[in-house]
């Protein structure tokens, strides 16, 4: 058996046991459903001071639901969320995700943010590419607006991943942009351009946010 092969198999069982289920209303087939989110998402723009930012939507209601799931080791809230993002990614795009901390990954068994990337460039025909790592398990969860806001200097980023290349960052949420700007820097630092950042949800605080068109 190989090991694409032994992954399927080992998921299937997963799912047989453990079958997928909406963040929202529980319904089962899927991480979310496409009543609760739709595929076809209107996106929400947002900018901070370096980053224009394109989210899924905003961070309350049903997005908040499934990014707690998500926070919360849901790998089928992850895949669900990388679907929803995939059509505001472009072809050929290099996805950077931003790290969970290793401490958090250990808790979860994934990282959510990495598995919700890898998702979305499957659909887009985008490639990912986990460069940045966090120097110190200094984790954003839990923080104040001024903390956030403060931290700096959070992440590495490998050069012989980025250097001359057009990034796009990928992330689960986007709340004061801090964690993106301090990404951007590692990335430019490493010799890489970041393009903007996808996320699958953002608060309508800490950026200049655009609310998508009236239906």
Do not use: N
């Not at 947002?46 to 997005?63: C, N, Q, R, S, W």
């Not at 290793?102 to 990495?114: F, H, Q, S």
């Not at 990404?183 to 800490?206: I, W």
Request: with cysteine.
């Amino acid at each position: 058996m190989t090991a694409v092969s032994a992954c399927v198999t080992w998921r299937t069982v997963l799912d047989t046991l453990f079958p997928p289920q909406c963040a929202a209303c529980t319904t089962l087939g899927s991480g979310l459903c496409r009543v609760c989110a739709p595929i076809s998402g209107i996106p929400v723009r947002l900018k901070i001071p370096h980053v224009d930012v394109t989210a899924y939507g905003t961070y309350d209601g049903i997005l908040r639901s499934a990014i707690l799931a998500l926070k919360d080791g849901r790998r089928d809230v992850a895949e669900a969320l990388g679907e929803r993002i995939a059509p505001f990614v472009a072809a050929q795009s290099v996805l950077v995700p931003v790290p969970t901390t290793v401490k958090r990954m250990r808790v979860r068994g994934m990282d959510g943010v990495a598995l919700l990337a890898r998702r979305a460039s499957a659909l887009a025909r985008a490639t990912v590419v986990e460069a940045l790592r966090q120097r110190a398990g200094d984790a954003q969860r839990g923080r104040t607006r001024d903390e956030r806001l403060a931290a700096r200097g959070r992440f590495a980023c490998d050069p012989s991943l980025v250097a001359r290349r057009r990034i796009v960052l990928i992330d689960d949420v986007c709340t004061t942009g801090a964690t993106l700007e301090d990404c951007r820097r590692a990335v430019v630092e490493a010799g890489g351009f970041v393009e903007g950042a996808v996320v699958a949800a953002a608060t309508k605080s800490g950026a200049s946010w655009t609310p998508p068109p009236p239906h």
